[in-house]
């Protein structure tokens, strides 16, 4: 198996070197089945032509294609991109925009903190969920607030405090730290306070499930009590007006204030507490050991509110891949924690398009799009599959073909019985280099 794989790659690389197409289609066994239809695709690889860790000036050259450029050249983000200036020749057609740099959002600078987000606005392709990054100094404040998307997250760094009500008034409250999760329903009055066991605070990404989720228009407590005539407030709380004399004129949204005390709890609730925890210590979850790296799959069969949101944290070893595969029904944002990435989208009727991330880039996956995101550095890459759905689940293209009847495998595809036989019927998620 692998020595036949090697042989290819060797023939396909000598093929480049000399200039000439590939001579694909060469069966080492008895591959080829039948008379085929149509001639056989190329056997070019069509590797990522440069990378951080050579220093030239790319060009959108690839083989005989292509030739240098003479005009302007932004030579910092042509690096970051090889994929889009030198695409792969198996990219064709049209596929939207997958690719959107948090770097590249506007920023809101507040005292205590800073936000900034992703949205269909800035990514036309996300039409179903959006994210926020999201920076509190510590002892900030996000204000306390509702919206009309779920909100779930995965806090980066720190360690942060959450409270919540929700509509039978029962309350939660807690503090959880750096690869932990939370997630408030639609509606559910929640806030966000970085603690100082990290003394620079906390960081975190917030994402919500819908593309036109906006941070801007979330309802703010401040905001609304600032635009309700201040009689009204009185008489709502049976309090005299001059309960209410300094209350702020416009909303807060971020800002500072003393750490909460380490021993802070719930107020007592005479409702009890939410039955089902807003938060989940991912953290604490042993990850399942692949060959190429590593998975952990947090949906609501454990974390039983996060009804609309599921993720897999994955790493993927240097040279490995998470494997070709699509997600049934569930659109996928995808966010680089570390290392480098690329990632073509399938999109049928021959569209494909490939894109290339770093850490602090998101990617976004339609439905049923067919996938793989390789690990292109030389770190480990880690990421976070984001999918809008209550379960997590994909569909292998490896273990889809193991357990197809083989002749139906071959008569496709043309391959051998020996190649059939290395196909794998348990899904590999990632595979090894
Ligand atoms: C997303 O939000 C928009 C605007 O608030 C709303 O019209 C739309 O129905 C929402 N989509 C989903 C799937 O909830
Ligand atoms: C970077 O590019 C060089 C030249 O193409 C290649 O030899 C090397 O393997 C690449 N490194 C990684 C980590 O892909």
């Not at 030739?67 to 049209?94: Q, R, S």
């Not at 719930?266 to 210590?281: F, I, K, L, S």
């Amino acid at each position: 198996m692998v020595r036949l794989a090697t042989s290819h790659i060797l023939l396909a690389l000598a093929a480049c070197v000399y200039g000439v197409p590939a001579p694909t289609g060469t069966s080492t066994s008895s591959a080829a089945q039948g008379n085929p239809t149509v001639p056989y695709a190329s056997g070019n690889p069509n590797y990522p032509l440069w990378n951080d860790t050579i220093d030239y000036t790319p060009e959108p050259i690839r083989g005989k294609l292509g030739a240098n450029i003479l005009g302007p050249h932004n030579v910092p983000i042509a690096k970051e991109n090889p994929d889009l200036l030198a695409p792969p020749t198996t990219d064709n057609g049209n596929v939207m925009n997958a690719k959107w740099p948090f770097a590249l959002s506007h920023n809101l600078l507040k005292t205590g903190g800073w936000a900034r987000q992703q949205n269909v606005n800035e990514m036309p392709i996300a039409k179903e969920i959006a994210g926020v990054n999201m920076r509190l100094e510590a002892g900030a404040i996000r204000e306390l607030h509702w919206h009309t998307s779920a909100e779930w997250s995965y806090v980066l760094k720190g360690s942060m405090q959450i409270t919540a009500v929700n509509p039978d008034g029962q309350n939660y409250l807690a503090t959880i730290n750096a690869g932990d999760l939370w997630y408030f329903p639609p509606g559910v009055p929640h806030s966000l306070q970085a603690t100082a066991d990290d003394p620079e605070g906390a960081e975190f990404l917030l994402v919500f499930d819908n593309g036109t989720f906006n941070e801007g228009s979330t309802f703010l407590l401040t905001d609304w009590l600032a635009h309700v005539p201040k009689e009204v407030i009185a008489k709502n709380f049976q309090m005299p007006i001059s309960a209410f004399d300094h209350i702020p004129e416009h909303e807060l949204y971020i800002f500072p204030s003393n750490p909460p005390p380490d021993n802070r709890q719930a107020v007592e609730d005479p409702q009890g507490q939410v039955p089902d925890p807003y938060t989940y210590r991912l953290s604490q979850v042993q990850p399942r050991q692949l060959e190429g790296g590593t998975v952990k799959i947090v949906d609501s069969t454990t974390f039983k509110v996060s009804k609309t949101i599921a993720v897999a944290e994955v790493t993927v070893e240097p040279g490995a891949m998470r494997e070709l595969h699509w997600h049934p029904n569930e659109p996928e944002w995808t966010f680089f924690l570390e290392g480098n990435a690329r990632i073509t989208l399938f999109a049928a009727e021959g569209n494909a398009r490939t894109f290339d991330y770093q850490a602090g880039d998101i990617a976004y996956i339609p439905p049923a799009y067919g996938h793989y995101i390789e690990n292109t550095g030389s770190s480990t890459l880690k990421l976070l599959e984001i999918l809008r759905t209550d379960r997590f689940q994909d569909i292998s293209l490896n273990q889809w073909l193991a357990l197809t009847p083989p002749e139906l495998v071959k008569a496709h595809l043309g391959v051998s019985d020996e190649t059939i036989a290395g196909f794998s019927k348990t899904k590999p998620i990632v595979v090894g280099h």
